[in-house]
């Protein structure tokens, strides 16, 4: 007995409670709220032949990055795909080639179903954000090509919570902070408890060079978030920066111990790992006190329970954090070994930035700065092509310049500075810019 969904779309299941329990699972999935595989089993329990609840079990298990019963439940899915739709069919598909790792091929399904369907949210979700298909995809305008993907869209779509938060999110990573500020306000407005609005406020804020209210935003919504779900430890990350950038640097390591360390924060690993190692990294180079350097071994422990391998270039460039800060030099290089393996035989799309910046951060944390203004140099023209946000990558940019500073190499600091302040106001870049035309 076909029914539809939030968006207006049919879905094929027997058990009008198995779709009430699928729909609600959508929007915490889409709202990164836990709460979602509960009720994905409630509707599986309901309705076992209910393929998008098996496909969206599967993106959930994807996302916590438990990849083997992310397979297995995709692989459920497409046992029902000629029971379904072909609208189903597309929508099953999509997730399945992403959850098997097949990004390029995943992505050019993504394109052609939006096009049919463009409210088919969960498969475009795919391709969006700092981890989604295009910001994983190697590609250097991947924060252009997803607003360009949303706006094509965006005439199909009515005033939606969801929509509204990643075109709003696209706008501000591209530079257009004001507007895009303005639609995740809506977002917001629309859903109060959809944590990736208040992400993308917090990244306004970043954006904006506004840490007071950035702080002020997150410190007052974050309390209302359940602890194990998905951005928890993130918004703790992106509030911890805020109170280093106001000038609380106590309050943030309150924060790390709290919320971000790996033995406490309920994140998926990946994220995890990059918000502690980033964290830790940019606590080390500001030079606040009192050191943390006791915190790494917990860090690189878990790199090497997660990751032990490169293969994931975005925990490969944290786990070289923590590989540097611990000073295990030899899981340094066998990572960059590894890394340039993968990119000689055309696994590592992304290309030899990844490896630089790995060396970059050996260099740097063995106070090779000359070297390491060398490699880390090479590395940030090509720095968007690792994906992530302006606010993740730039604890690279803060590792070259202060490199520079240590060098000796003033005036490309400055110009790094300059360049950045151009885009933002941050009270460091002006003490370091200072520093630099002094020198």
């Not at 954000?129 to 252009?144: A, M, T």
């Not at 965006?154 to 257009?176: K, Q, S, V």
């Not at 408890?193 to 007052?220: L, W």
């Not at 360390?261 to 606590?283: K, M, Q, V």
């Amino acid at each position: 007995m076909p029914t539809t969904d939030r968006f207006g779309l049919p879905l094929t299941t027997h058990s009008s409670r198995a779709a009430e329990d699928y729909i609600s699972a959508i929007d915490l999935l889409l709202s990164a709220n836990v709460g979602a595989a509960a009720l994905l089993d409630a509707a599986l329990s309901a309705d076992p032949e209910f393929a998008l609840a098996h496909i969206a079990r599967a993106r959930l298990l994807q996302v916590q990055a438990r990849i083997v019963e992310a397979k297995e439940a995709a692989g459920a899915a497409r046992a029902f795909a000629d029971r379904v739709t072909l609208r189903e069919r597309g929508h099953i598909e999509t997730i399945a080639l992403a959850v098997d790792g097949a990004g390029p091929q995943a992505m050019a399904a993504l394109e052609a179903h939006v096009a049919e369907y463009p409210q088919d949210a969960l498969p475009l979700s795919l391709a969006l954000g700092v981890f989604g298909l295009l910001g994983f995809s190697g590609r250097l305008d991947h924060h252009e090509a997803q607003l360009a993907l949303l706006l094509r869209l965006a005439p199909r779509w009515t005033e939606d919570w969801w929509f509204l938060t990643y075109l709003g999110w696209a706008r501000i990573e591209t530079g257009d902070v004001v507007t895009g500020a303005r639609e995740v306000e809506r977002a917001l407005v629309l859903n109060p408890q959809n944590a990736f609005a208040a992400h993308a406020r917090a990244h306004g804020c970043y954006e904006a060079g506004d840490p007071e209210a950035g702080a002020d935003f997150v410190a007052a919504w974050l309390p209302g978030y359940d602890r194990e779900s998905q951005l928890h430890c993130h918004l703790s990350w992106h509030l911890a920066l805020f109170e280093m950038a106001r000038g609380n640097p106590d309050r943030a390591r309150a924060l790390y111990a709290d919320a971000i360390r790996p033995t406490i924060s309920h994140a998926p690993p990946l994220f995890n790992l990059a918000d502690a190692a980033s964290f830790l990294w940019r606590w080390r180079i500001y030079e606040e006190t009192p050191s943390l350097d006791g915190e790494w071994p917990e860090v690189a422990g878990y790199a090497r329970q997660f990751f032990p391998n490169a293969g994931t270039h975005f925990a490969d460039v944290h786990a070289a954090l923590a590989a540097a800060a611990t000073g295990d030099e030899a899981a340094a290089r066998l990572r960059v070994a590894q890394l340039k393996e993968r990119e000689e035989s055309g696994r590592l799309p992304q290309g030899p930035v990844v490896p630089a910046l790995c060396a970059g951060a050996a260099a740097f944390a063995k106070a090779d700065y000359d070297a390491a203004v060398e490699l880390l140099g090479s590395a940030l023209p090509q720095l968007d092509r690792v994906g992530g946000s302006h606010a993740q990558r730039e604890v690279f940019e803060d590792s070259f310049i202060v490199a520079c500073l240590r060098a000796g190499e003033f005036d490309q600091a400055a110009a790094r500075l300059s360049e950045r302040l151009a885009r933002r106001e941050s009270a460091r870049d002006r003490r370091w810019l200072g520093a630099a035309r002094a020198s």
